[in-house]
């Protein structure tokens, strides 16, 4: 009868040998695939370093640097492999001046900064992040916090124009009518007050021009006169009077970042809603209009549940 070789345990030395050649390659893949990430800013702020910082500790494998907009080169003698990140407008601007470059993200650009800089022309090589709130997503709060409102109010003027067919478009299968007036002189409440008369609730749109320090006053008075709940157009207007409106944080948005960091550069969206956000409401306005404790954290769900859903 044949007897099978018995299998022998490799020697202690042969097994150590293995396991350097293993961890050394797992050290060069993991060091192969380490990015430069440059974040770029007018200014190196305190703010700009805990940001910094935070990314940096989300990517530990990563060289997360910042570097003024002084202090860069052109666009065009950066390396092609940096994964560039924009923090304000300026940084745009620069950016914009030579197609050359590395991709870049464009982190929390409103839509009509975007208009007003890029006009219907979208360079490949960047990726807007927007900052104001989807037009969908703050209609759907609308519906949630009031579901008995049909007519929504929306001021808009030569710079807000472009928003309104895709807010009509979000509208239609929540059953909701979009009613819009025209507001070119804000000195001038006949506008406001004629679009009060025909809406039930007003939608903010985050146009500066239209909703800030100098005229929240007028809009938010105007509007509680006749018990109508503003929605949006951000946190600013939540805390200065408005009902609600929903926003994405620096954590959402370092985690958004960390997701997008993750991917090929080829693969990055040309224009990105975030998918991550809360909501913000106002306890005060809220017991005024006669409507029960809002659960901003409930309310963020039952919204993201039903963007998830097809």
């Not at 040998?17 to 293993?22: D, G, Q, R, S, V």
């Not at 979009?178 to 008369?197: M, Y």
């Not at 224009?271 to 409401?281: D, I, L, M, Q, W």
């Amino acid at each position: 009868m044949r007897h099978r070789p018995v299998w022998k345990a490799p020697a202690l030395g042969r097994m150590l040998a293995m396991l350097c050649l293993l961890s050394s390659g797992l050290l060069c893949s993991l060091t192969g695939h380490a990015a430069d990430i440059l974040l770029a800013g007018v200014e190196d702020s305190p703010g700009v370093q805990a940001f910094t910082q935070a990314l940096r500790e989300l990517r530990p494998n990563d060289t997360v640097r910042f570097e003024a907009l002084a202090q860069l080169p052109t666009p065009g003698n950066l390396p092609a492999d940096t994964r560039l990140i924009l923090l304000d407008l300026a940084c745009l601007d620069w950016r914009l001046q030579d197609i050359a470059g590395p991709a870049t993200l464009v982190l929390r650009i409103s839509r009509l900064q975007a208009r007003q800089r890029l006009n219907d022309i979208h360079p490949p090589h960047l990726s807007l992040l927007w900052s104001d709130p989807p037009p969908g997503r703050q209609l759907r709060l609308t519906k949630v916090l009031l579901p008995q409102v049909k007519r929504v109010g929306v001021l808009y003027d030569n710079h807000s124009e472009f928003l309104l067919d895709e807010l009509r478009r979000a509208a239609r299968p929540l059953g909701l009518e979009v009613v819009t007036q025209r507001w070119e002189n804000t000195h001038d409440s006949r506008a406001l007050q004629a679009l009060l008369k025909k809406s039930d609730v007003l939608l903010g749109l985050d146009d500066p021009d239209l909703y800030n320090p100098q005229t929240a006053k007028n809009v938010l008075l105007s509007s509680y006169a006749r018990q109508m709940a503003l929605i949006g157009p951000n946190t600013a207007f939540v805390k200065a009077g408005s009902l609600a409106s929903t926003y994405s944080d620096q954590h959402d948005w370092l985690v958004i970042l960390d997701e997008l960091l993750d991917r090929p550069t080829s693969t990055w969206p040309r224009t990105y809603y975030p998918s991550r956000f809360k909501v913000s409401s106002n306890p005060q306005v809220a017991r005024s209009l006669g409507i029960e404790q809002i659960d901003d954290v409930l309310v963020a769900t039952l919204l993201a549940e039903g963007e998830r859903r097809p």
